[in-house]
């Protein structure tokens, strides 16, 4: 008997699972990249204000101080502002690492289901030749004996 195709279906649709599972794995990932490095350029922002602090202290400019300060500010309110941000993409990654491996852990279940049942029906075709050869050969074997039964 050949492995049902309710089997195969299963096995097509834990498939089709599995690749939305990985594309939301994939996207949750790439909202993460972003937050990220939109957080490393806040911080850059962050550190040229501190060097246009440093630099006016040297030159006495009053006005490049009060925009180094500024710049410093909004890098650290921008930076608090993505903080979380980025604590709630972390988690949404995790969340969709796991529902993927889940969905993957499921389809290898389905394909190992397949694959047993792919091998008994192979046994069992083997099984069924090699009784059909010795229903043969044990009918022509007291045909070939002659008159002696068939010993030689």
């Not at 796991?98 to 969905?103: M, S, T, V």
């Not at 289901?113 to 069924?128: D, S, Y």
């Amino acid at each position: 008997m050949a492995v049902p195709r309710a089997m195969r279906r299963l096995l097509r649709i834990r498939g089709m699972e599995e690749e939305q599972r990985q594309a939301a794995l994939e996207s949750a990932l790439g909202d993460l990249s972003r937050l990220e490095a939109a957080l490393a350029a806040v911080q850059a922002r962050e550190r040229r204000g501190r060097r246009l602090v440093t630099a006016s202290a040297e030159t006495g400019e009053f006005m490049d101080r009060i925009a180094g300060l500024e710049e410093m500010r909004a890098g650290r309110r921008h930076a608090a502002a993505l903080t979380p941000r980025i604590a709630e993409a972390e988690l949404a990654v995790t969340a969709r690492r796991r529902e993927f491996l889940a969905k993957r852990v499921e389809r290898r279940q389905v394909e190992s289901l397949i694959q047993k049942a792919e091998v008994n029906e192979a046994v069992q075709a083997g099984r069924r030749a090699q009784g059909e050869l010795d229903g043969w050969f044990l009918s022509r074997a007291p045909r070939r004996g002659g008159a002696d039964g068939g010993a030689r």
